[in-house]
């Protein structure tokens, strides 16, 4: 069965800090890969998406992600946490049909 | 250029009850799908509407139906309500294409069974 797992329910980090969010996903063959981000009581918002190409992918707010087909994994980085940042964090792999994991609550500590 | 719009943003309903909710896509999109999100997990997949037709279909009971309009605004409707449907119900919107497309979402409806 298709599923995304995201082992990390929350994780803190202090501003200015660098951030990994981890990702894997069991699929039968490389699907699309995306993290959103979502604060509370909202919607989903697009950060980065991954269809082909160059495994280091660039998203909006400074976010990058990298692919690794070996490790079945599609981690969501940023070099230096700011205080906005928290938020929950799904990632999601599938093409019109998208599965997503549990998701991460990032917190920032000041 | 707007975005994905839902109505109604909040809703409170009482079991057995039976409840509309509303998504206009995406400007220049033609395929809408839904999630219902319960507290404290990730979204989970319903269905997605193309071309006036469910074309894939999550593991939700029938009492979950859908509608596309030639203008491709959707709704979601839910019969017999039951106190585990509320949850935040996710609409999102894209392009139709081999494979799929990114899906934008948009603010959600709130749904509380009472």
């Known amino acids: 069965a298709q599923s995304v797992t995201q082992p990390d329910i929350h994780i803190t980090v202090s501003e200015g800090a660098s951030l990994e969010l981890r990702c894997n996903y069991s699929?039968?063959?490389?699907?699309?890969l995306f993290w959103y981000v979502q604060s509370p009581g909202q919607g989903l918002q697009l950060l980065l998406k991954?269809?082909?190409?160059?495994?280091l992918v660039q998203g909006i707010k400074g976010f990058e992600a990298e692919f690794k087909r070996s490790q079945s994994s599609f981690n969501l980085r940023k070099p230096s946490v700011h205080w906005s940042d928290a938020a929950e964090y799904f990632c999601?792999?599938?093409?019109?049909?998208?599965?997503f994991g549990a998701g991460t609550i990032l917190r920032v500590k000041s | 250029d707007a975005g994905v719009t839902q109505s109604p943003t909040h809703l409170i309903k009482t079991r057995g009850q039976q409840v509309t909710l509303r998504c206009s896509p995406k400007?220049?999109?033609?395929?809408v799908s839904w999630y219902q999100q319960a507290l404290g997990q990730g979204p989970q997949f319903i269905f997605q509407?193309?071309?006036?037709?469910?074309?894939q279909r999550g593991n939700f009971p029938d009492r979950f139906s859908g509608h596309q309009f030639p203008n491709y605004s959707s709704e979601l409707n839910v019969n017999a309500l039951l106190l585990g449907d509320s949850a935040l119900y996710l609409c999102?919107?894209?392009?139709?294409?081999?494979?799929?497309?990114?899906?934008?979402f948009g603010p959600g409806t709130r749904l509380t069974v009472l």
């Open positions: 999102a919107s894209s392009l139709d294409r081999i494979g799929g497309d990114t899906q934008y």
């Open positions: 699929y039968g063959a490389t699907p699309y």
């Open positions: 991954y269809f082909s190409g160059d495994t």
């Open positions: 999601a792999a599938g093409g019109n049909k998208l599965v």
């Open positions: 400007s220049g999109h033609d395929t």
């Open positions: 509407y193309y071309e006036e037709e469910e074309r």
